[in-house]
T-cell receptor, first 116, second 113 residues
Framework: AQSVTQLGSHVSVSEGALVLLRCNYS??????LFWYVQYPNQGLQLLLK??????LVKGINGFEAEFKKSETSFHLTKPSAHMSDAAEYFC??????????????FGTGTQLKVEL | NAGVTQTPKFRILKIGQSMTLQCTQD?????MYWYRQDPGMGLKLIYY???????DKGEVPNGYNVSRSTTEDFPLRLELAAPSQTSVYFC????????????FGDGTRLSIL
């Protein structure tokens, strides 16, 4: 069984400030972790993924995430927020070979607001 | 490269009507998925398919049916529309391999009145 918890359904930051979106996971097998972004009226786009090759993962648009096994976390960060980062962000976990179809379990999402 | 294409983008149905949401992908992906997205709930898996002719239930399959006769297409059928099926529906596909990400369509926004 696997699950994802995203702390904070809404996060607001000032333009140029650090962005930190939290994700904690639970998985009975070594997890594969993903962050997706969803802009209004669009589908989800992959930001980055963790696949055990490196604990610090760099993604698109300046985002990165660090896998911490001891904390079961995969928090998403960006040093300096831009207005264009305003969107909803989803953390997701895959249980690898278990579960058939390598299904993803999604968190409930965090809406990021960027203010001037 | 079109990726994952969903039609229609918007639809309003009356209670009890039926309809098919279309999904097609041109990336030759074996794995395909249908999700529904409700405010504050994230995405819930309805059905998935690991290849042509093979489908299986996800977390919330009741009220829906799917078929997968070709690699490209994975339609989702609502037989008797109910207000609880008002949602945004997303189709996704991916390559095989445990670390492959899913690629999403732009969604179908469905209202049942």
């Amino acid at each position: 069984a696997q699950s994802v918890t995203q702390l904070g359904s809404h996060v607001s930051v000032s333009e140029g400030a650090l962005v930190l979106l939290r994700c904690n996971y639970s998985s009975s097998v070594p997890p594969y972790l993903f962050w997706y972004v969803q802009y209004p009226n669009q589908g989800l786009q992959l930001l980055l993924k963790y696949t055990s090759a490196a604990t610090l993962v760099k993604g698109i648009n300046g985002f990165e995430a660090e896998f911490k096994k001891s904390e079961t976390s995969f928090h998403l960060t960006k040093p300096s927020a831009h207005m264009s980062d305003a969107a909803e962000y989803f953390c997701a976990v895959s249980g690898g070979l278990t579960g058939g179809g390598n299904k993803l379990t999604f968190g409930t999402g965090t809406q990021l607001k960027v203010e001037l | 490269n079109a990726g994952v294409t969903q039609t229609p983008k918007f639809r309003i149905l009356k209670i009890g009507q039926s309809m098919t949401l279309q999904c097609t992908q041109d990336m030759n992906h074996n794995y395909m998925y249908w999700y529904r997205q409700d405010p504050g709930m994230g995405l819930k898996l309805i059905y998935y398919s690991v290849g042509a002719g093979i489908t299986d239930k996800g977390e919330v399959p009741n009220g829906y049916n799917v078929s997968r006769s070709t690699t490209e297409d994975f339609p989702l059928r609502l037989e008797l529309a109910a207000p609880s099926q008002t949602s945004v529906y997303f189709c996704a596909s991916r390559l095989g391999g445990v670390n492959q990400p899913q690629h999403f369509g732009d969604g179908t926004r469905l209202s049942i009145l």
